[in-house]
């Protein structure tokens, strides 16, 4: 398999899959801010993104590239993250910071969500030792295409404001910003579909 060939996860590539995520988010702005210990973000991170992005493996929408090098994680219209299971992870093993501002920030986020049937992107990753390699180009030039046939929007947060060129590159306007007291930046994205 090239790195930029696009392949739908099964349930046997979750776990590989999960693991790419984990080293993707390790030095992320936002998971520095709910688990600035690394223990405890190593113990934490995969429970939670399961409950952020998991039912893509049940819809079959999980993709990822490589020798899982990189993955994205993409919930089709109607279909919300867990929410319930993100915030108990979140009130069990983040800073208490966290704990308290955590939950007004994912309110934020969820005023952003378009109202109208949408893609959402709750994760995409790629492993720090294949960055620069074109591996998210194609994780998203895959996502793009499909909602471009099916003409629907997509929608998105960056959690670094260091993609949001990546995901501009590939049609995605800003939104604006969602800061809550301390809490680090996160950049809400749309893209409506070409046509």
Known sequence: ???????????EDESAIMDVLKLAFA???????????PHRYHSSVKSFAKAYGGKAFSNKTAYFVGNYSG?????????????????????????????????????KMGNFHPNEPHWYLPLLGVDPLYHGKGAGTALMKHATAAFDKENILAYLESSNERNISLYKRHGFESLGIIQENTSPYIFPMIRQPKT
């Open 1 to 11: 398999m090239t790195l930029q060939e696009v392949k739908v996860a099964g349930q």
């Open 71 to 107: 993955a994205a994680l993409w919930l089709p219209p109607n279909v919300n993250p867990d929410v319930d299971t993100m915030m108990e992870i979140l009130q069990r093993t983040g800073s208490e910071e966290a704990k308290r501002i955590g939950p007004e920030v994912f309110e």
């Open 27 to 37: 030095a992320d702005p936002v998971s520095l801010w709910i688990w600035p210990e």
